[in-house]
């Protein structure tokens, strides 16, 4: 990867793993220097080196090119926040290129409320998945758009899914994933003065650590949910470094403005500018007619190359949705 984001200074939430270590990397790729945050500490609150950790995420940046500062967070705790922001400005001299909103804590609730419709599943889902996954961004966006408005630029990406659009893991989730949609644009109208982009990108199906227990979980109940079905055999699955590289190239996009304030799709994207994962392989739209075809018709998916990338209008896939009997 061509080393374009050199004397770009960067923040990650959550990335002492999944999402957040892969996006890192991607942003080391270019040569950007990283701030990283995540709760993987120990009792003295120093960097703990177990799998996972912040620690080796800041290795796996650095040794991809970039460099990395990290820092533990938690993201559920305001004062943290404020005092990561304070250290960037001071050491950065007020400079903060990008801000990725991507912590996020619902994960293990969410395996644990497998299959349970919400109002049996423990009330503190909610905030397992929204007090973090949701509340932190704002925090967090708060603070990076005071820095990033002094000087008139800047972008502020919320790490979001499809989740907000169909159902897929159930009323918290969606719910989360459509007001983390709502806040990026509605951020967008007050900073686009200011040449602040605010987007909101839809990943796919992301292989994380905890995505796959979370797919292994629900293969028995794949058939009740058509959400979980779509994710359960692990078919088209995007990697956290895809994700990076995505993010990468759009900070460098000269049509960057003319696309804040909507949902950007991270495979899309990666198709406009001919991004592929580390693996050469590029994930296609979970709205290509590639994917529902193959998804629809398991037996098309060894010849999957063969069907076309078209794009299916969301309208119509949430059409099929909501007619479908298993919702």
């Not at 919400?118 to 996954?133: H, S, T």
């Not at 603070?143 to 159930?170: C, D, E, H, N, Y």
Request: charged share 20%; hydrophobic share 45%.
């Amino acid at each position: 990867m061509a080393a374009n984001l050199k004397g770009k200074v960067a923040l990650v939430t959550g990335a002492s793993r999944g999402i957040g270590k892969g996006i890192a990397i991607g942003l080391g790729e270019a040569g950007a220097l990283v701030y990283i945050t995540g709760r993987s500490v120990n009792q003295s609150n120093s960097i703990e080196t177990i799998s996972g950790s912040l620690l080796e995420t800041k290795t796996a940046v650095e040794e991809a090119g970039g460099i990395c500062i990290a820092v533990p967070v938690d993201h559920s705790d305001d004062q943290q926040i404020k005092s990561l922001f304070e250290q960037i400005d001071r050491e950065q001299n007020g400079q903060l290129d990008l801000l990725v909103n991507n912590a996020y804590g619902g994960v293990r609730s969410l395996i644990a409320a497998n299959g349970k419709p919400f109002w049996e599943a423990d009330i503190n889902l909610w905030d397992a998945c929204n007090k973090v996954g949701l509340r932190s961004h704002y925090v967090a966006s708060h603070f990076a758009a005071k820095m990033m408005i002094q000087r008139k630029q800047g972008l502020i990406v919320t790490i979001s899914s499809w989740g907000g659009l169909a159902p897929i893991f159930g009323v918290a989730y969606g719910t989360g994933k459509s007001a983390c949609d709502r806040l990026a644009a509605e951020m967008a109208i007050e900073l686009k003065p200011f040449n602040v982009a605010s987007i909101s990108l839809w990943t796919g199906i992301v292989g994380t650590e905890q995505f796959h227990q979370l797919a292994d979980a629900n293969l028995e109940s794949a058939d009740n949910n058509v959400g979980v079905a779509a994710i359960a055999d692990k078919f088209n699955w995007e990697t956290p470094l895809f994700v990076g590289r995505v993010i990468e190239t759009l900070c460098n996009d000269p049509d960057l403005m003319n696309r804040t304030g909507k949902v950007q799709i991270a495979a899309e994207l990666a198709s406009c500018y001919g991004i592929v994962d580390e693996y050469d392989y590029r994930p296609v739209s979970l709205r290509s007619l590639r994917f529902l075809l193959a998804q629809g018709l398991p037996i098309l998916k060894g010849r999957a190359k063969f069907i076309p990338d078209l794009r299916v209008p969301w309208w119509l896939i949430l059409l099929a949705i909501l007619k479908s009997p298993k919702i």
